[in-house]
């Protein structure tokens, strides 16, 4: 966090000053560590063995916060008989169907009720939920399950709070992780048993009624074939030790960029909608009612989507937007399958994907498997890169790798690259939404330099062109851009967007055009409009909430006058469970809301995130929905059952409970369980240039002995196009540089600043050697395990150039969220320079020689 | 070299230790120089046990002085590629990778836990207890802790750099600060040997010296240093120089209670060679670990002396040479 979010760490400084213990959990030791209490080296991509193991330790030695765990989580519920865990199936979980690599998830349900997820893949059920109908693209929806199962939500599910019957949660999860022992995730991570029985000690030490932990992560934890569930083995700890909805706890996701949580929230995603609502699938004769009844939740806020999508669509189309044409719903685009960034790139290798904006990403170096990226972009009829400087991304087909090594002549590429200049923050009105779902206003300090531009202006005036060339067509094709809202008041000689204006219509308005206050006023008759419906309120009296900037030092410690978050400006969310079932608060120490029973209402620093008047003793009626169906002991409101989920029913497309698999490329056999890797992990086209390396005791494994891992420097910012170009920064981390440790450096004869070479089955980089202690040998399955550490910011262009790291990376991805596994892979490395041109190329050739690859090698189940 | 000299600063003065002295300590340095009403002493406390090493000051020095970019070069010494203060680094972040326990350095400071007057009691008794979490070393490693500091120039109650600068381009703020006039400085590089601690140094182009002015155009309007400013963790904190003593012998003291035996501070002593450093630190090893001299003297301590010296010579040789006219003018009387 010091390394990659320094600005954020000074509050983990802050906290470590009132005597908070800081454990830092990584492959290698940054300046997290350095300020840390503990550092924890582990092998990368062993996570979910450690987390398993810290579980393990808290269910067997009985650390969990029992009160917590009966009343706010689905510890008690009682699952279906069909279901089976790892522990039955050799490491699958039932309704695996190996041949598609997916999974059928009705068995994961709970007994005598199904349940919708608050997230993910909802269009899992949707077959189930309406009559069915049949999907435009059944191959496309890769996620697609078998008919049959329970029909939605009716009744309760079974539950026992005395958490002892042998198919509730409680038991299945303490069956699943009790062979995840210290023993065990010392032979899987290289954590000595003494220094993770530390961590759990003081972890466990510092939760329950009085005390809360927190624990933060970032894309060492996403970018993994597992990513999602690692992300889910520290939910399922959080929740047993009490640390949700509670000041001090929780799990804080450190995002990338200045705005990544505003680009979930509004997405740049393209399987979501602005609030999270769904993008829909191409299903025949799918209306407004069968979208809903197919995605929404029948209990918790999500019960509401029909209200937050109706309101969307007049936020789009306005006047156009009707009840007698479903508002439009079917002038939204239908996903036919999965289309994200490393798919978009698989339609360029076919020809399918023929255009391509590029805004402020760097995918020539900075996606894994480079090489594929850039040559997916060789097959396009345009593109449109625009950034500051001219990045890899936009110069590829005159001097990228290829070129050098004879693979593309610039004469056969027929792409037409524009390069336009784009305006930075400091030139542009706008927000920035960070980890804490808050909105900070940044106010325009200069006029962009010559023909820079900003994204909305960008976006805007492409529009308004689109929009011209088309006026007067009667093509309904074209109908949903010509009857789209595109009336931003245009400031200044540029004619810039008035930036509040397009918050204004996010935060949304009422049928008079008056500015709302909250996403409870919302309407499913049309007779509101919003952009999003989190972020209604921040506009709220026709202010920009988001601008205030009032010290912390005049206000409570929540600080809740300072800028703006979502929903309704709480700062902790599901902060209902930081009360009792009673509604008072677990302890004085860590109070935050409570009710109050005289004033029959809510109240607390923060804004209670539950309906304020709901007393903790509320029951609904039987034929309650929605948010009415929550009882006054369900905090967390998002979830169709309001407990938070040890075991996910619904949702994931890669089982209930994460469990450890291998990473893709790994030098080591599962130690657990038979099955290696996630059985439904995505794999992407059998590109020559995308082979994955065989793993464990299998023949060839050897050839790629030491595990790899990509990472940020704090001077550099991801794949280089805001550092690289930047003097001042180039000077403090000038060159592409690798770390080992002296005994690995002694064991391939490495030099400290000498070259080094770096080979896998996809390609070759060479960087300058660091020989650092700070890079651990771990003693894994009783061998030791080197490791080898790679900044990813450099490429050929700029001031501070250098190889890039993810030239070396293959493409199996999380299927959750397509997500590459940067973050634990296999490699060789050799002292001196790669060699250069078509001899780079023979050289990956002959390693894939030596390990025997072919198309087949590491693509089982 | 190596006598700090506390003594000697006690040296009665003919104007009452507020004249243009050059040693000792000196509590008005901006009255000294000959400012009637001057604001507080302006300085800095840099605490190098929060220090995260994000080079945020680097950045922030170059961006808001100009400062111009010196060269790309993997040092590999740690993750220090600026190598040193000079012409182009007025702030410089060193990275000391070292084989000691991490658990020792700041084992949750609490603030309501510490008794600091117990603890102060205690220092340099070395009786402070140890850490009580310690990684274990991986096999056949010692444990391993990463030293990171933010070194600035001094702005000595001293300043050698000052006192030798012929043409006045050197000069001491209001603010107590040392500053190089870059329209008068003429390069003559007088100051550079001068300086203890080898920060003040010539641009190669352009032959003038060139170093941190404290941001004297910032405190002018009421702001903070830009490396200040930038600080995420409050590593480098600016103020007047009594506070941030006061605020310092309260770190140390909370640091050693919790067990930093080695935690100590670096230039905040009036009394030292320099007469105490407008810029200090607060360090968790020996001051040489992070390529700070042990105990820096103003290269002009003796100068008095010397002139004295010179005087008494000069005067002998004018004796002698009196002497010798007189002799000799006797003998052709003769």
């Known amino acids: 966090m010091a390394e990659c979010h320094p600005v954020g760490f000074q509050w983990v400084m802050e906290a470590k000053a009132r005597g908070a213990k800081v454990i830092h959990v990584d492959p290698r030791f940054t300046r997290t560590s350095a300020l840390a209490d503990v550092h924890v080296p582990l092998r990368a991509g062993s996570d979910i063995a450690f987390l398993g193991g810290i579980i393990n330790h808290v269910l067997q030695n009985e650390?969990?916060?029992?009160?917590?765990?009966?009343?706010?989580?689905?510890?008690?519920?009682?699952?279906?008989?069909?279901?089976?865990?790892?522990?039955?199936?050799?490491?699958?979980?039932?309704?695996?169907?190996?041949?598609?690599?997916?999974?059928?998830?009705?068995?994961?349900?709970?007994?005598?009720?199904?349940?919708?997820?608050?997230?993910?893949?909802?269009?899992?059920?949707?077959?189930?939920?309406?009559?069915?109908?049949?999907?435009?693209?059944?191959?496309?929806?890769?996620?697609?399950?078998?008919?049959?199962?329970?029909?939605?939500?009716?009744?309760?599910?079974?539950?026992?709070?005395?958490?002892?019957?042998?198919?509730?949660?409680?038991?299945?999860?303490?069956?699943?992780?009790?062979?995840?022992?210290?023993?065990?995730?010392?032979?899987?991570?290289?954590?000595?048993?003494?220094?993770?029985?530390?961590?759990?000690?003081?972890?466990?030490?510092?939760?329950g009624r009085e005390r809360t932990t927190a624990f933060a992560y970032a894309v060492g934890w996403t970018q993994h074939t597992v990513g999602v569930q690692y992300i889910r083995a520290a939910s399922v700890l959080q929740s047993l030790l009490g640390n949700m909805g509670r000041p001090g706890g929780g799990i804080l996701a450190l995002r990338g960029h200045a705005s990544i949580q505003g680009s979930t929230d509004i997405p740049t995603l393209f399987n979501l909608l602005p609030g999270y609502i769904p993008m829909p699938h191409a299903h025949k004769g799918e209306g407004l009612d069968e979208f809903v009844q197919?995605?929404?939740?029948?209990?918790?806020?999500?019960?509401?989507?029909?209200?937050?999508?109706?309101?969307?669509?007049?936020?789009?189309?306005?006047?156009?937007?009707?009840?007698?044409?479903?508002?439009?719903?079917?002038?939204?685009?239908?996903?036919?399958?999965?289309?994200?960034?490393?798919?978009?790139?698989?339609?360029?290798?076919?020809?399918?994907?023929?255009?391509?904006?590029?805004?402020?990403?760097?995918?020539?170096?900075?996606?894994?498997?480079?090489?594929?990226?850039?040559?997916?972009?060789?097959?396009?009829?345009?593109?449109?890169?625009?950034?500051?400087?001219?990045?890899?991304?936009?110069?590829?087909?005159?001097?990228?790798?290829?070129?050098?090594?004879g693979e593309m002549r610039t004469e056969d590429i027929g792409t037409e690259v524009f390069f336009l200049p784009a305006a930075a923050h400091t030139e542009k009105d706008g927000s920035f939404t960070n980890t804490q779902r808050m909105l900070q206003w940044h106010h325009k300090a200069v006029e962009p330099p010559g023909q820079a531009r900003s994204d909305l202006w960008f976006t805007y005036h492409l529009g308004r062109i689109i929009r011209e060339k088309l006026a007067g067509s009667t093509d309904p094709m074209d109908a949903p851009v010509l009857d789209v809202t595109w009336d931003y008041p245009l400031k200044g000689e540029l004619a810039e967007p008035d930036a509040e204006s397009v918050l204004a219509e996010i935060n949304g308005r009422a049928a008079d055009g008056s500015p709302l206050s909250s996403y409870e006023q919302l309407q499913a008759d049309g007779s509101t409009a919003c952009g999003c419906w989190i972020y209604c309120g921040v506009y709220a009296d026709g202010v920009n909430q988001s601008a205030r900037r009032r010290p912390g030092t005049e206000q409570n410690w929540v600080a809740g006058e300072w800028a703006w978050a979502w929903p309704a400006?709480?700062?902790?969310?599901?902060?209902?469970?930081?009360?009792?079932?009673?509604?008072?608060?677990?302890?004085?120490?860590?109070?935050?809301?409570?009710?109050?029973?005289?004033?029959?209402?809510?109240?607390?620093?923060?804004?209670?995130d539950f309906k304020p008047t709901k007393a903790p003793d509320y029951e609904p009626p039987p034929d309650a929905t929605a948010a009415e169906a929550l009882s006054g002991t369900d905090p967390?409101?998002?979830?169709?059952?309001?407990?938070?989920?040890?075991?996910?029913?619904s949702g994931l497309t890669d089982g209930p409970l994460p469990t450890h698999y291998e990473p893709q490329d790994s030098p080591f056999d599962n130690l657990l369980y038979p099955q290696q890797r996630n059985p439904v992990r995505q794999l992407l086209a059998r590109h020559p240039d995308n082979r994955y390396q065989p793993s464990g005791t299998e023949p060839g494994s050897d050839v790629f002995p030491y595990v790899a891992t990509t990472y940020r420097l704090t001077e550099h910012h991801t794949a280089g196009g805001m550092s690289r170009w930047l003097p001042y920064l180039a000077e403090l981390q000038p060159e592409f540089f690798c770390e080992i440790s002296p005994e690995l450096a002694a064991e391939r004869g490495l030099e400290h600043t000498g070259w080094a070479t770096i080979v896998s089955a996809r390609g070759v980089v060479e960087a300058r050697v660091l020989v650092t202690d700070r890079m651990a040998p771990l003693t894994v399955q009783g061998r030791t395990l080197h490791q080898v550490g790679l900044p990813y910011h450099w490429g050929p262009n700029g001031y501070s150039t250098g190889d890039a790291a993810n030239e070396l990376l293959h493409l199996s991805l999380d299927p959750n969220t397509h997500i590459q596994e940067a973050k634990a892979f296999a490699v060789d490395i050799r002292p001196g320079r790669r060699p250069r041109g078509p001899a780079s190329v023979r050289l990956v050739r002959e390693y894939r020689a030596r390990a025997g690859i072919d198309e087949n090698t590491g693509t089982e189940p | 070299m190596t006598d700090s000299g506390s003594g000697d600063g006690l040296r009665a003065r003919p104007d009452g230790g507020h004249g243009n002295q050059l040693y000792g300590p000196q509590h008005d340095v901006a009255g000294a120089a000959g400012y009637p009403d001057s604001p507080p002493r302006m300085g800095f406390f840099t605490d190098t046990s929060v220090c995260i090493g994000c080079k945020a000051c680097e950045v922030a020095c170059k961006e808001w002085n100009a400062v111009p970019e010196d060269g790309l070069l993997l040092t590999g010494m740690s993750y220090d590629n600026t190598q040193g203060l000079g012409a182009d680094t007025w702030r410089h972040v060193a990275f000391i990778e070292q084989r000691k326990p991490l658990g020792g350095q700041e084992p949750g400071v609490s603030h309501e836990d510490v008794d600091v007057f117990d603890a102060?009691?205690?220092?340099?008794?070395?009786?402070?207890?140890?850490?009580?979490?310690?990684?274990?070393?991986?096999?056949?490693?010692?444990?391993?802790?990463?030293?990171?500091?933010?070194?600035?120039?001094?702005?000595?109650?001293?300043?050698?750099?000052?006192?030798?600068?012929?043409?006045?381009?050197?000069?001491?703020?209001?603010?107590?600060?040392?500053?190089?006039?870059?329209?008068?400085?003429?390069?003559?590089?007088?100051?550079?040997?001068?300086?203890?601690?080898?920060?003040i140094d010539q641009r190669k182009d352009d032959g003038r010296v060139w170093k941190c002015t404290l941001c004297y155009d910032r405190l002018g309007v009421g702001q903070e240093p830009a490396c200040a400013k930038a600080c995420p963790t409050d590593s480098i904190q600016f103020g007047p120089l009594d506070e941030l003593r006061e605020r310092a012998e309260d770190r140390v003291a909370r640091l050693r209670a919790a067990g930093v035996a080695d935690a100590r501070l670096y230039g905040e002593d009036p009394t030292d060679g320099v007469g105490g450093d407008g810029a200090f630190f607060l360090l968790l090893d020996e001051p040489e670990v992070y390529g700070l001299p042990p105990d820096p003297v103003v290269t002009t301590r003796d100068l008095p002396d010397m002139w004295r010296h010179a005087a008494l010579a000069a005067a002998s040789l004018a004796a002698l040479a009196v002497t010798s006219f007189v002799r000799s003018a006797g003998r052709g009387r003769r």
Not at chain 1, 351 to 361: A, I, L, M, Q, R
Not at chain 1, 581 to 608: N, Q, T
Request: aromatic share 10%; proline share 5%; glycine share 10%.
């Open chain 1, 636 to 649: 967390f409101i998002m979830q169709a059952d309001g407990k938070a989920w040890l075991y996910v029913p």
């Open chain 2, 120 to 199: 102060a009691g205690r220092l340099g008794t070395g009786s402070a207890p140890a850490g009580q979490i310690s990684p274990l070393a991986p096999d056949g490693r010692t444990e391993l802790r990463w030293l990171m500091s933010s070194d600035v120039c001094k702005h000595c109650t001293h300043a050698a750099c000052l006192d030798v600068c012929p043409t006045g381009a050197l000069f001491r703020t209001e603010f107590g600060t040392v500053v190089v006039q870059e329209d008068i400085c003429n390069g003559c590089g007088y100051c550079v040997p001068a300086c203890p601690y080898g920060v």
């Open chain 1, 63 to 207: 650390k969990y916060f029992r009160d917590y765990v009966v009343a706010y989580t689905n510890a008690p519920m009682i699952l279906r008989e069909d279901f089976r865990d790892t522990e039955d199936l050799d490491g699958v979980f039932s309704g695996l169907d190996p041949d598609n690599r997916r999974y059928d998830n009705a068995s994961w349900q709970y007994e005598g009720m199904e349940v919708q997820a608050a997230s993910g893949e909802r269009d899992l059920e949707y077959d189930k939920r309406t009559t069915g109908g049949g999907s435009e693209t059944e191959a496309a929806r890769g996620e697609a399950h078998g008919s049959g199962g329970a029909d939605i939500g009716e009744g309760e599910p079974e539950r026992d709070d005395t958490l002892t019957h042998p198919r509730c949660v409680f038991q299945v999860l303490k069956r699943h992780y009790a062979r995840y022992t210290p023993e065990a995730v010392e032979q899987i991570c290289g954590v000595p048993q003494d220094l993770f029985r530390q961590v759990c000690e003081l972890v466990t030490d510092n939760s």
């Open chain 1, 569 to 608: 400006n709480r700062r902790i969310l599901y902060n209902r469970a930081s009360a009792d079932p009673d509604g008072k608060p677990w302890s004085e120490r860590k109070a935050l809301v409570w009710w109050d029973a005289d004033e029959g209402k809510w109240v607390g620093h923060d804004v209670p």
């Open chain 1, 294 to 405: 197919g995605e929404a939740a029948r209990k918790g806020y999500w019960g509401n989507m029909r209200t937050y999508l109706v309101s969307l669509l007049k936020a789009y189309w306005g006047d156009a937007a009707t009840a007698e044409n479903d508002f439009c719903f079917d002038y939204l685009p239908r996903l036919t399958g999965s289309h994200s960034a490393y798919e978009t790139a698989m339609a360029q290798l076919e020809g399918v994907c023929k255009g391509y904006f590029v805004f402020g990403e760097n995918p020539a170096v900075g996606n894994a498997n480079a090489k594929l990226m850039r040559l997916g972009m060789a097959n396009l009829d345009w593109m449109v890169v625009r950034d500051f400087s001219l990045i890899e991304t936009a110069t590829w087909w005159k001097d990228g790798p290829e070129i050098e090594t």
